[in-house]
């Protein structure tokens, strides 16, 4: 065991647990209006307890746990049986057990995070809670085993996803879309502009995710070691090209650059590099931010409108696509001269990796738009998704949380 190590992949789960208490959380409570923000708050911060525990209980077993036919972990390590301070050479050789699994347990709690920004301003407490709990299990766990955990499918299949390109974006992002679409649109929305309430949240919670991601991608190595070192500097200039491309782009195409814009690009960017990062040089990461950010851009300016679909805060347009970018990206740009442990992608001469970065994408595309489908019409048939008609016009945080954020004072 390496103290080292120890203390790195300490300090870098709490990085990710500040990603989405407070750095979402802001992100996306800036985006909403004022009648809102509570609610986007609330729903993160119970997220980070409800899933902490669920993790505990028996998510995580699911997820790491002894191999059962590739799909799933069994329940041998549930209640967190059998994981202490000796480390556990399936995973980490140098760190306790114990804090691996809370490494683990951040990505747990950011990804169904994720997804609130598809349905923002317009789901009951009660069924973003229950579906949240049910998610997690049955869509995160799964496919958190088929990408990383000893014995699952795609790893065996040789899928490289460093940091969650698969398992956290292109699940949350696809189920996002789902979401999205069978609740339908906001009351009002193509009717009269839906405009953020406060962009210094917003551009805040940016600022907390790029600092947070750090120990999203950088942890993910494991180790204090040259992975961790390549994987984060890859991480921010990948970051730094998206949110300047963005902010370039926009710049030509509505005649001046915004800060949301620049803060939506610099998001893609983390997202698109994060299978990628400990796999890719430098220079190849750049060019991976400098695509996302174009392809997202497209996506969320100009598809989305077009389609016509309410995904609220953008979940989809950069979550979904920006994890699907990336993960494609990693079969063209990966290198075993900067990582022994990957593969050599398309550009270095290995087709066969592209084709099972694309087969894993596809399997988590489907899997997450099945499983996200049933369990919403489960939510919904036992109590209800959408909130009433007049509870959403008044707001959810004075209709779920019986709070008001700004007081007036006469």
Known sequence: MNSGDTAWIMVASALVLLMTIPGLAFFYGGLVRRKNVLSILMQCFIIAAAISLQWVLFGYSLSFGPDFHGIIGNLDWAGLKSVGASPNGAYAGTIPHSVFMIFQMMFAIITPALIIGAYAERVKFSAFLLFTVLWATFVYDPLAHWVWGAGGWLKSLGALDFAGGLVVHVS??????VLALLLGKRIGYNHRPIRPHNLPFTVLGAALLWVGWFGFNAGSALAADGNAANAFVTTHVATAAAAFTWAIIEWWHNGTPTILGAATGAVAGL????????????????????????????????????????????????????????TIATGLFAEKAVNAAGADGLLFGNIHQLYVQSLSL????????????????????????????????????????????????E
């Not at 750049?286 to 995904?311: Q, S």
């Not at 595309?365 to 016009?393: C, H, L, Q, S, W």
């Open 172 to 177: 949350s992002g696809v189920s996002a879309l």
């Open 271 to 326: 997202v698109a590099v994060t299978p990628a990062c400990g796999f890719v040089n430098p220079m190849n990461a750049i060019f991976i931010g400098m695509i996302v950010a174009a392809v997202c851009y497209i996506a969320v300016a100009v598809i989305k409108g077009k389609l016509g679909y309410d995904d609220s805060l953008d979940a989809f347009g950069v979550h979904g696509v920006g994890g699907t970018i990336g």
């Open 362 to 409: 596809l399997a988590t595309v489907a899997f997450a738009i099945v499983m996200t489908f049933i369990i919403y019409k489960i939510v919904d048939a036992v109590i209800g998704m959408r909130v009433e008609e007049k509870n959403e016009i008044v707001g959810l945080d004075l209709t779920q949380q019986s709070e008001a954020a700004y007081t007036v004072i």
